[in-house]
């Protein structure tokens, strides 16, 4: 008998993937079991699975913002949801939907060849769509935050899938209630809101110098400016393993603030809550002079000090023996503790 069904097709099972390619970093791991989600119609199905069996689970999206250890036991979801349209265009705003596993900056690109500039500060971060709003990446001055309208996902908790507005996001500096919420939430989609008005916004100090002379630049141009800091100051991963930042930059009382500018009269900061204010974590490392400095096979960069690098074969233990040398150090010198950005999985 022929019988016809709405089931969606299953996810593809993959046993002992290796990931060194699917993690800028570079490490070698190998998942114990991966599942390659398409469509989210694979998702209850997949988590249904997963929990019947009791098995640990995470998501991997670009790899861009992850440790791995050697071996990934249990389910690692890759993401490869790839929709991507234009809901709505209204007279204030355009509403693009797009599947959490398109590459950022593909869609950066998308948006500028679609005349819809706003997102050009973000470009050439690495990534997946699907994994920005989890860290609300930001760069230049410019938070992904305040383009986004809502998010959908599957909650695992929950078994259903549910749509976040932008509040129910909780969105703060490298921080969300995704994040917040860890092992979760499946971020599917991503709903953005790219206001017709646009202004240029080149105030942050590595593109005020490139526009000295230009007061009205176009978003290309910037777009194209944010690419040549960005390749200069980090690493393009396909030449040397990196997950971009390593540490956030911390927040400190603005007591404990002023008492080391007296000390470090030359110490980056910028202003962040009430009494407090936010310190560049490259620069104090860069101060403890670890900039270029290698270790084994890890070390960190020579023109960034706050990302990390793996100059081939380093693992996990390598790099988290680095960043645990860097913070003691930094704590020691200048009494800031730093948190590590990546998750460590
Ligand atoms: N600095 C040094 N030495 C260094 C590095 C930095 O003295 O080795 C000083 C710089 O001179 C500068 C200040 O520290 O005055 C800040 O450096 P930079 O402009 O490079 O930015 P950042 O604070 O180090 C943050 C984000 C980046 C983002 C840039 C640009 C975090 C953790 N990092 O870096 O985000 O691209 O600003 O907006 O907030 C990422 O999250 O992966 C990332 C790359």
Redesign the pocket.
């Known amino acids: 008998m022929n019988s016809t069904t709405n089931a969606p097709v299953p996810a593809k099972l993959i046993p002992n993937l290796g990931l060194k390619g699917r993690n800028t970093l570079g490490l070698d791991a190998m998942a114990d079991l991966a599942y390659e989600i398409n469509s989210p119609a694979q998702i209850p199905a997949v988590i249904s699975q997963i929990t019947e069996k009791n098995l640990p689970w995470r998501v991997l999206g670009g790899g861009s913002n992850v440790i791995l250890p050697t071996t990934l036991p249990g389910a690692t979801l890759l993401m490869n949801i790839t929709d991507q349209v234009i809901e709505s265009a209204d007279p204030d705003a355009t509403l693009i939907s797009v599947g959490g596993g398109v590459g950022w900056h593909e869609f950066v690109i998308w948006t500028l060849e679609h005349d819809l500039p706003g997102l050009e500060n973000l470009a050439l971060i690495p990534g997946t769509v699907g994994a920005a709003p989890i860290q609300n990446?930001?760069?230049?001055?410019v938070e992904i935050a305040e383009y986004i309208d809502h998010v959908e996902a599957f909650d695992a908790k929950a078994h259903a899938f549910v749509t976040l507005s932008k509040d129910e996001c909780k969105f703060a500096y490298?921080d969300s209630y995704f994040k917040q919420n860890p092992q979760r939430f499946i971020v599917t989609k991503v709903v953005f809101r790219i206001p017709k008005a646009w202004e240029a916004r080149v105030h942050?100090?590595?593109l005020a110098k490139q526009f000295a002379n230009n007061p009205y630049p176009s978003a290309e141009e910037i777009f194209l400016a944010v690419c040549k800091v960005?390749t200069h100051?980090?690493p393009d991963p396909k030449r040397i393993g990196n997950a971009?930042?390593f540490?956030?930059?911390p927040v400190i009382p603005n007591e404990q603030f002023e008492t080391l500018l007296k000390k470090y009269p030359a110490l980056?900061s910028y202003p962040d809550a009430p009494g407090k204010r936010k310190v560049?974590?490259?620069?104090l490392?860069?101060q403890c002079g670890f900039?270029g400095q290698r270790m084994g096979n890890v070390g960190v960069y020579e023109n960034?000090?706050?990302v990390l690098v793996n100059h081939g074969g380093g693992t996990a233990k390598d790099i988290l023996g680095l960043a645990k040398c860097i913070q003691d150090k930094v704590r020691e010198k200048f009494g800031v503790g730093l948190d590590i950005?990546p998750n460590i999985l």
Do not use: H, M, T
Not at 280 to 283: K, L
């Open positions: 990446i930001g760069a230049y001055g490298r942050y100090a590595d960005r100051k980090l971009g930042s540490f956030q930059n980056v560049a974590a490259g620069w490392i860069d900039k960034q000090a706050l950005e």
